[in-house]
């Protein structure tokens, strides 16, 4: 069994580099990357598509394994675990949050929630605790819908709900406002600094956009595949 110890550092990684094979060549997404994340802290890694924001985020998650270098993730040190052992780790520790929630058409709202934990914990302990998630979010009166009948919006909530079902102490968000419009997009971020007030969390998110930016205890700014900036915003 995994067991996620305590650590000052949410995430560090130290001289970490990840390059990926292509068409008999070698592409660099990120080279020689230090950082560490404080515990209850908000980081934005903002650059330029192809600047290495996803792969960063995937490698602090346990979603791809660095080339060179170590990370350390909620105390454990990636590096070390197996394949079996990442996706528990992810499962008790770590939410996800994606541009595209990737909702299943075919399940209501509270069934999506619940669906990728399954595996991990009793289906009725998990609906008690999603219902309260999504009612957090303001999808009280939504919860049965499917996700055809919910806004962009909406949609993203049920999301949010979905990544911090199990309570995990680190939240991940690729672009989590990428696909709303202005007024959508400050009431997502207005509910994320809710949640990580309410419930403790640190959160490390990727973005192009500035508001999200302005929202941040830390911007990390990346350029192909260099830290090229570190600012309190």
Avoid: C
């Avoid at 980081?43 to 600047?51: E, F, K, Q």
């Avoid at 959508?184 to 990727?206: F, K, P, S």
């Amino acid at each position: 069994m995994i067991r996620i110890g305590p650590s000052k550092d949410v995430a560090q990684l130290a001289h970490v580099s990840r390059v990926y094979p292509s068409g008999g060549r070698t592409v660099t997404a990120l080279d020689d990357i230090s950082l560490q994340v404080s515990q209850r802290e908000t980081v934005v890694v903002m650059g330029p598509s192809g600047s290495g924001k996803t792969t960063l985020l995937n490698l602090i998650g346990g979603l791809d394994r660095a080339t060179r270098g170590d990370v350390t993730t909620l105390g454990l040190r990636l590096n070390d675990l197996s394949e079996r052992a990442l996706t528990a780790f992810r499962a008790h520790g770590i939410g996800l949050v994606f541009q595209d929630p990737h909702l299943l058409p075919g399940l209501s709202a509270l069934e999506n929630v619940v669906a990728a934990r399954i595996p991990w914990r009793a289906r009725r302990e998990l609906e008690r605790e999603a219902r309260g998630l999504l009612e957090a979010v303001g999808l009280r009166e939504r919860m049965d819908f499917p996700p055809a009948r919910l806004s962009g919006g909406e949609r993203q909530r049920v999301g949010i709900a979905r990544a911090l079902l199990g309570k995990p102490r680190l939240l991940l968000a690729d672009e989590p406002t990428g696909n709303l419009d202005a007024g959508t997009t400050v009431d997502v971020l207005e509910l994320l600094a809710q949640l990580r007030a309410d419930l403790g969390l640190t959160m490390i998110v990727a973005t192009h956009d500035v508001t999200v930016a302005s929202r941040a205890d830390r911007v990390v700014s990346l350029a192909g595949g260099h830290v090229v900036e570190q600012n309190a915003y």
